[in-house]
């Protein structure tokens, strides 16, 4: 007969022995678990009936619920059996040892929570600096609204998403670098335009390479995302402003050096999409 009928069938037996099925949900574990623990020698039932079948007396019972106390405790079952079984063993030892590792498990919960806590906070704003903190960091030209703007463009993106990443570990200190490192490239940039380099020379296509590692700290720039930005910064009258601030033509200039790197790497800018 299948061990179904023995977890759910009634069986005749010594008043007050529970079936397999009984116990099991009496102490609230599956029968599969007692089925083990009997296999395993660490609480099995005192009787059985004629046809074979378990039944746990309430001796049997006590045993098994230390059993599941200790398990859920985080014991293992060797462990709860040299608890259970050893008279010399060190019980209060050995849950001293326990509660340090829950304690440890729940320091790291924590720390994990709070690291969660701060990736929503990233994912719905962005860098996790107050305004002042932003003005400091990027700027008294900066508006603390445009990462909001940006949100609402580009919230459903992968790119935001692994923007939301950097900025939920950056530190203020760590976006000043960021900030210094863009603001170098901007002078770079202007220098070169100064000094007549022309797309496609070798030192624009070097400040070309320089603005997609620099980029890189908000999230993996590809060469032909790096051509759609160069179209924004000409196009977008925030951006051409920007550039255009550092050195009047600086946008335009930019953006075709952009396209002939693009070129030498076999890339058409005129077709080039985000991706």
Do not use: K
Not at 15 to 21: K, Q
Not at 245 to 263: E, M, N, Q, T
């Amino acid at each position: 007969m299948p061990e179904a009928t023995e977890a759910c069938g009634p069986i005749g037996g010594p008043t007050g022995a529970l079936t397999v099925g009984q116990a099991a949900r009496r102490l609230g574990v599956t029968v599969r678990a007692l089925h083990h623990w009997d296999e395993i020698g660490l609480a099995s039932p005192s009787l059985r009936t004629a046809a074979g079948y378990r039944l746990y007396t309430t001796g049997d019972l006590e045993r098994l619920h230390r059993v599941v106390v200790y398990r859920e405790l985080g014991l293992g079952l060797d462990r709860i059996r040299a608890v259970l079984d050893d008279a010399s063993a060190d019980v209060p030892g050995a849950l001293r040892a326990q509660r340090a590792q829950v304690a440890e498990r729940v320091d790291r919960l924590q720390r994990l929570g709070a690291g969660l806590d701060r990736m929503i906070d990233a994912h719905e704003r962005g860098p996790l600096l107050t305004a002042e903190q932003q003005t400091a960091v990027f700027g008294p030209e900066w508006n603390p609204d445009w990462t909001a703007e940006a949100r609402r463009r580009y919230g459903d993106t992968t790119q935001w998403q692994q923007y939301a990443e950097r900025a939920a570990t950056r530190s203020p200190e760590e976006w000043r670098a960021v900030a210094d490192a863009v603001a170098g490239l901007d002078r770079a940039l202007g220098d070169a335009m100064d000094a007549g380099v022309e797309p496609g020379d070798p030192a624009a296509n070097d400040l070309v390479e320089r603005h997609r590692e620099v980029f890189a700290s908000y999230f993996p720039l590809t060469r032909e995302m790096q051509v759609c930005l160069g179209r924004t910064y000409e196009s977008d009258p925030g951006f051409a402003a920007h550039y255009d601030g550092v050195r009047p033509g600086l946008a335009a200039w930019f953006r075709r050096a952009v396209d002939a790197s693009a070129r030498a790497h076999g890339i058409d800018p005129d077709t080039a999409s985000w991706r």
